[in-house]
């Protein structure tokens, strides 16, 4: 390997350990644990959200504070923007938040979305966040309760986790579970030791990666050879629609959406995975919109999953669904109007224009 691609592939592992720390600050907020950072500040000086501009641990602080006991929030991040300098770091992130909080009108939850502009520094060869300044772009807010997103069924299936905080988390405790099942105990410890390991990881983590976004359009499109093929034959899913196995869900989804709703969106980010060999455990935040009868319901969770790798191929081992919040309101989209700024749309089936782009790269 020449210097050049060794400069090339120590920026690239550089950026996928910022990445990472990015993805697990919003899981340590969401779940009210510790996060990665240096410094700190005195709580008592927090600023208004909106003007905020300090450590992660201010911020960390700021959320808990604010949030109503036993409600859940979910800081969504994307793929972020990020320059890599000798020992520091900074990124662009855009995120999508939804929290619950008391105001003096009584219960709100609030959707916003807006950027965290980051700097980390590395200590002792671990990069950690330095300091964060949100910027808030929009927002909106409905005065009463968030509705979960998943339904009310208690039986086994049709039941689904729920999100938490804490260890009062479905969602932790899945992934504990599943950290059990990995190779080699724990594998949550488990680091890279060489340069080959670790672009083996990244290897991984990308064909992880694809997996999710096969799934995303898998359902969107209701497409059941798609979606079953990103599942192990001795797969297992719980979805709260369908729990089964990863070739009945396939099948019998794909036929609920057709049924039952006039589209759906699903979009998946804040990716967490941990791989170990052949095995990985993951979690991976998703954001869904769905039309039917006359309402849109926009909704949050989390994929918790364990993959496996059999003959060089990665898939799904196990799949569960942990619902963390939704909202309901009357539609808005009028399917007999069409948007001066979009003159197609999405659909159900092969006709969506996604299947003739993908035939173009072979």
Known sequence: MSVHDTRALQRLLAVHAVATVLVECNRGLDRAEVVKCSGGVDLTSIPD???????????????????????????????????????EAVSESYVIASTETDD?????????????????????????????????????????????????????????????????????????????????????????????????????????HDLLMAYARGMDR???????????????????????????FAKDITQYLRSNLVRCFHSIANEWVMVNGNRAIGEAYVIATMTAGGDDTIGGGRYINEFERRDGDWKIKSHVFVADWSMTHPTTCRD??????????GCFGKDDPVYALWATAG
Not at 50 to 62: F, I, K, T, V
């Open 104 to 208: 003096v009108v009584g219960r709100t939850q609030r959707l916003f979305g807006g950027r965290f502009l980051d700097r980390f520094t590395a200590v002792d060869c671990e990069w950690r966040l330095a300091d964060r300044h949100f910027l808030l772009d929009w927002s909106r807010s409905k005065a009463c309760p968030a509705q979960h997103s998943s339904s009310n069924a208690t039986t086994l299936a049709h039941a689904v986790p729920r999100g938490g905080r804490g260890a009062a988390d479905a969602g932790k405790a899945l992934l504990t579970l599943a950290a059990t099942r990995m190779e080699n105990g724990g594998a949550c410890s488990v680091k890279p030791v060489s340069e080959t390991d670790a672009v083996d990881e990244l290897l991984c983590k990308q064909a992880i």
């Open 336 to 345: 007999d109007e069409i948007d001066q700024f979009a003159q197609s749309r």
């Open 49 to 87: 959200l909106d003007r905020y501009s300090a450590s992660a641990r201010a911020l960390a602080g700021m959320l808990a504070e604010a949030h109503v006991l036993g409600a859940t929030s979910s800081h969504r991040s994307s793929r972020a923007w990020i320059s890599i300098r000798t020992g």
């Open 222 to 248: 209701a497409d059941p050879g798609l979606l079953e093929a990103v599942f192990w034959p001795d797969a297992s899913v719980v979805s709260g629609v369908i729990n089964g196995s990863g070739a009945r």
